[in-house]
T-cell receptor, first 107, second 117 residues
Framework: AQRVTQPEKLLSVFKGAPVELKCNYS??????LFWYVQYSRQRLQLLLR??SRESIKGFTADLNKGETSFHLKKPFAQEEDSAMYYC?????????FGTGTRLQVFP | GAGVSQSPRYKVTKRGQDVALRCDPI?????LYWYRQALGQGPEFLTY????????KSGLPNDRFSAERPEGSISTLTIQRTEQRDSAMYRC???????????????FGEGSRLTVL
């Protein structure tokens, strides 16, 4: 079955520390993965997609097919990164979301 | 408006009542998705439309749930005979193209929070 797992409900770090939000997936086929973010009092929005190999707001994510992972990383966290982060997998014509990880960045 | 608009933002109802949740997508967006998000969970797919055609309703939990998009724009999600387990945030999202989901470019509304007493 297609599934996205985010093992951490909460991740707390200090400003300037590295961040890694974990995402593992289960999918038979070639996966397409995304990270969505929801800042306080804002809408859920796309952060980045693996096919673009892009860095957004300093975040990157590499698809590791061997480990079936798509972890989100940032070398130096900022307070404004505090938000809810969801990993998502495209399954045919819909997205399957993980349960989310809340990132708290303390000053 | 600039984004996806959902109404009502908050709805409190008694068990057994019917509720209708409305989604007004970004103008010109062809695909419209409904998701449900329970507390502490991620968004869970319910159904989606391309234009006015309902393409997939496999995520609707039972026949109390239905959705329509009669003119290919505004959509309504209706829950009949509500139960306490229906309490959740209901999120609507739209995409400009049929391929929007392939690029992950879904634009979400602010959601409708339903509480069933």
């Amino acid at each position: 079955a297609q599934r996205v797992t985010q093992p951490e409900k909460l991740l707390s770090v200090f400003k300037g520390a590295p961040v890694e939000l974990k995402c593992n997936y289960s999918y038979s086929g070639s996966p397409e993965l995304f990270w969505y973010v929801q800042y306080s009092r804002q809408r859920l929005q796309l952060l980045l997609r693996h096919i673009s190999r892009e860095s957004i707001k300093g975040f990157t994510a590499d698809l590791n097919k061997g480990e079936t992972s798509f972890h989100l990383k940032k070398p130096f966290a900022q307070e404004e990164d505090s938000a809810m982060y969801y990993c998502a997998l495209r399954n045919t014509d819909k997205l399957i979301f993980g349960t989310g990880t809340r990132l708290q960045v303390f000053p | 408006g600039a984004g996806v608009s959902q109404s009502p933002r908050y709805k409190v109802t008694k068990r057994g009542q019917d509720v209708a949740l409305r989604c007004d997508p970004i103008s010109g967006h062809v695909s419209l998705y409904w998701y449900r998000q329970a507390l502490g969970q991620g968004p869970e797919f319910l159904t989606y439309f391309n234009y006015e055609a309902q393409q997939d309703k496999s995520g609707l939990p039972n026949d109390r749930f239905s959705a329509e998009r009669p003119e290919g724009s505004i959509s309504t999600l209706t829950i009949q005979r509500t139960e306490q387990r229906d309490s959740a945030m209901y999120r609507c999202a739209s995409s400009l193209t049929l391929a929007g989901v392939y690029t992950g470019e879904l634009f979400f509304g602010e959601g409708s929070r339903l509480t069933v007493l």
